[in-house]
């Protein structure tokens, strides 16, 4: 019989209790990048509706494009799995996504997954009467540039079908390696901190 807690309330719960969840969570924990890569493999099968490429594609020429920039490996997954979050949550994936790999990446990736959608409305928010312009309202914000390129470099122009992006094999390992960090550690979140995205 498997092991179970003594309560059914959580307030309930005693240190025992607790001690033997976190024990028992460790290898769901440990099991993040499988998920992760699942949901990957799962959109290889949902065309982005109008767009003549799938989810997946758009991903692996988002991220094969951060790649060939010299971007380092936080970037290249924040470009893989910026809108890994598009299948649950089509009108705020931007910041599903951005929960998804906030833990493991510095900082400002995640604020710039977060805020990519509002971003990309400078190519296209005119045509629905919008304010493309929304995105100025973090014009003093020290990722403001990073988004910005994030989304005319890596993002905006990855929609190509035609384009040579690197297969789900050759970033397996990166994601492996990012979702294998320690959770929210310091020297990997590096709060405050602005990377380049392209190498110089």
Known sequence: ????????????????????????????????????????????????????????????????????????????????????????????HDRLSAEVIRPFVRWDVAWVVEHHGLFQMLYYGHHYGWDRNARDRYRDHPCFESCATFCERWDQSSFDPDYDSETLNHFEPMVREVFGRKAYAADVLREGEVSPLVAA
């Not at 767009?51 to 988002?62: F, K, M, V, W």
């Open 1 to 92: 019989m498997s092991e179970t807690v003594s309560f059914t309330q959580m307030k309930d719960g005693t240190k025992a209790d607790y001690e033997m969840l976190e024990r028992l969570e460790k290898p769901f924990l440990a099991l993040t990048a499988d998920r992760v890569l699942e949901e990957l493999l799962r959109q290889e099968h949902i065309t982005l509706e109008g767009y003549p490429i799938t989810r997946l594609d758009h991903g692996l020429q988002s991220a094969t494009r951060a790649e060939r920039d010299g971007a380092d490996i936080d970037w290249i997954v924040g470009a893989l799995l910026h809108d890994i979050g598009d299948g649950l949550a089509p009108q705020n």
